[in-house]
Every structure is written in C-alpha cells, then in structure tokens.
C-alpha cells in the first residue's frame, strides 16, 4: 500500500468530520432497478440429489423493493452503458455464451427447458468445446445457475443497475444501492455458478477502479463471494474482503478460506473472515471490525458494498444468526468507514423478515452518523 494512499485518506476524512459527520451525507439514497430483471426464473434446484423450486425467485424483488420504498426511496430505471463494462470483467467467450446458449440448447434432441451441465472439465486449459453440453459444463461451475430464455437479459440488467449505482457515486452521490437481481458475487470472469451470472459487484469496482478510484469490495453475504475474489485474485489496486460462513462445511465449499490471500502481485489483497456456522451479530460484527481496519490500511477512497442478507438467523439457508436489528448495526458499522459507497444486492432469501432486513440495513445507513462515532 502506497503512504499517500493513507495521507490522502486520512485527509479526506478530516475534511468531512470537518463538514459536520464522520462521512459523506447519507441522508439520501438513489435507488436503481430494471423490471427486465423479473424475466430470469430458475427452475432447476438440487438440494442433496433432490429438485426443489430455486429459492432465487423474482418474487425476491418484491420484498426488497418495498423496503426502498417504506423508506421513502425513489426508484429509478437504470440507463444502458453497453457491453463495455461488462466485458472489463468477462471474457468475450463467456459472454457469448450466456447470450447464445439458451437457443444452441434447445435444439438439442430432447432438449430440457433450462441449461443446467451434467460434466465439468478437469481442467480447463485444454480444447474449447463445441458442443452445448460441453460449454455448459465449462461456463457452468455447477447446477445452481440454470440458463433459462430470458436468463441473459435479466443478468444483463441486473449488471446495468450496479454499473448505474457506481456512475451515481463516481458523479458524487454519496451512496447509491443496485437492487441487482440476479446476483453476481459467485460469478467469475468466465463462469456461472451459485444463481449468479454476471458478477456485479467486480463489475462495479473495475468501473470506478477506471474511473480514477481506488475501491474495496467488502462482501457481506452469507457466501463467500468467490467470483469477485477471482476477478480481482491476482490484482493489487482493488482489495476484496469476504465475510462469510466457514467454506469448509457451506457453499462454495473449495473457495473462501482464510488461507487465500491473493496470487502474484495480488498477495495479500484478498482478504476472507469464514465465521462459523451458526454466528450471530456479536461475531459478525467482529469480523467486519477487522475488514475495516484492512479496508483503512489500504487507503480506499470508495467501497462497493456486496449486501447479502442471507446471513439473516431465518433466512432459508440458514449458516449464520445475524437478526433484523443486526443487520442495522452491520450498516452503521460499514458506514462508519466515511467511504462513498456502492451497494450492490448479492443474497437474500425469501422469508417474512425480508423486506424489514434490508429497511433494517437502509434505514441505519441513511441515519445520520452521531457526533463522535
Ligand atoms: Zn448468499
């Protein structure tokens, strides 16, 4: 880490308690989010060799819409930035993939209605497949991430309102949050997994990132956000921070230990905090103290924020035990970084505390910070 990152960083925040906080105004939020994000609707679940309904259902929009508007926030569409961004983090054969496979899949003989892989390759550094069955199980990392027909034009979508957030925040908001739906933090540079697609969240971050920032990705859904982590793994101008249920018993079970640091120049620019199954505020809030502090070593000017909120003690996943009024103490903490910031939707399952988990989160973010804090 650079010292003037620090000198710069430290100079920023006196400016701002100087203004009167201990960050930027908070007291107002833009909203953004695409209708086309409804059309994806998973089908395909397997839980213990069982198919279930997929719990990444776009009824979820619903229940995180009406926590924005309870709270009085405007929603807005986002524009269309094109390929560009997107394609700063994927690969051109990737995204090809996801635009094209659908229709290549259903002229197979006996076609299913979704995409969903039977193979996976052992290595991935041999021939490129050719056949839909085989891109599948290269662009596929496992069967949580069925491609339906309108699977790219929601993920597509879902990325645009990330990248409408990061450009709110880049022309000066001090906030601004991506209802992003479909997910993206377990997506790669070149590979589906987990319900995500596009990965949103390292969308965001190498948009400012190009934009003259220097941003962390603190990611705070019940999952290691392993497709972020492997975007940026062998980088050192963006720092990624996971905190998340312990990998070795959870999804994505090969991903999210502590021992991953980062590769190459990127070492010791990842950061992950697995957390035992079962944690509850007390230990999470734990966690996200020793993310700040590296957030604060690195000298970030701006933070992408990957909210999940399937930590949540109900949620149908059930790893963690954050509570409702949890979730308002992990915004106050993260607040208290003074960063603009990025919030970008990761996780977050249906169940009646839903919507009050996300105005929990909102509504502390949106308080202004005590004198003092
Ligand atoms: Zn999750």
């Known amino acids: 880490m650079a010292p003037d990152r620090l000198s710069v960083a430290s100079a920023c925040g006196k400016l701002l308690s100087q203004a009167g906080g201990s960050g930027p105004d908070r007291s107002a939020m833009q909203v953004f989010f695409h209708e ?10 397997l839980v213990a060799g069982t ?38 983090v994927h690969s051109t054969d990737y995204l090809s993939f996801l635009q094209t496979i659908h229709e290549r899949w259903s002229a197979l003989s006996g076609a299913g209605p979704e995409v969903v892989p039977n193979i996976h390759p052992e290595g991935r ?3 490129y497949p050719a056949h839909p069955a085989g891109l599948a199980g290269y662009h596929q990392a496992d069967t949580a991430c069925p491609i339906g027909p309108h699977t ?44 995500c697609f596009l990965s949103n969240a390292a969308i965001a971050a190498e948009r400012c990132l190009r934009a003259g920032r220097r941003p962390a990705v ?37 991903w999210g230990h502590a021992g991953e640091r980062g590769a190459g120049p990127g070492h010791g620019y990842n950061l992950n905090l697995p957390l035992a199954l079962g944690t509850g505020d007390d230990g999470f809030l734990a966690a996200l103290a020793e993310a700040s502090e590296r957030i604060r070593l690195f000298g970030a000017d701006l933070l992408v924020l990957a909210v999940g909120l399937d930590a949540f003690e109900g949620d149908p996943f059930a790893g963690l035990a954050v509570t409702t009024g949890g979730f308002g103490r992990i915004a106050t903490a993260c607040a208290s970084l003074g960063l603009p910031t990025v919030l970008v939707q990761e996780g977050g399952y249906l169940s009646p505390e839903l919507t009050r988990n996300l105005e929990s989160f909102l509504a502390s973010w949106l308080r202004p910070a005590p004198s003092g804090r």
């Open 36 to 45: 086309a994000q409804r059309q994806h609707d998973p089908q395909h679940f």
């Open 125 to 127: 550094s041999l021939v």
């Open 218 to 254: 603190l990611d705070i859904d019940l999952h290691h956000g392993n497709g972020t982590q492997q975007v940026f793994y062998e980088r050192q101008d963006v720092l990624t921070v996971s905190i998340h249920a312990d990998p070795s018993r959870f999804y994505p079970f090969f």
């Open 152 to 195: 790219w034009h929601s993920a597509y979508w879902s990325a645009q309102t990330a990248i409408a957030a990061a450009d709110a925040v880049l022309r000066g908001a001090a906030s601004a949050y991506a209802l992003c739906r479909p997910p993206g933090h377990h997506a790669t540079s070149d590979r589906a997994g987990g319900f």
């Open 51 to 88: 198919l279930r309904p997929s719990p990444e259902q776009p009824a979820r929009i619903d229940a995180l819409l009406a926590a924005a508007r309870n709270l009085g926030l405007e929603v807005q569409s986002p524009g269309d930035a094109g390929m560009a961004p997107i394609a700063a």
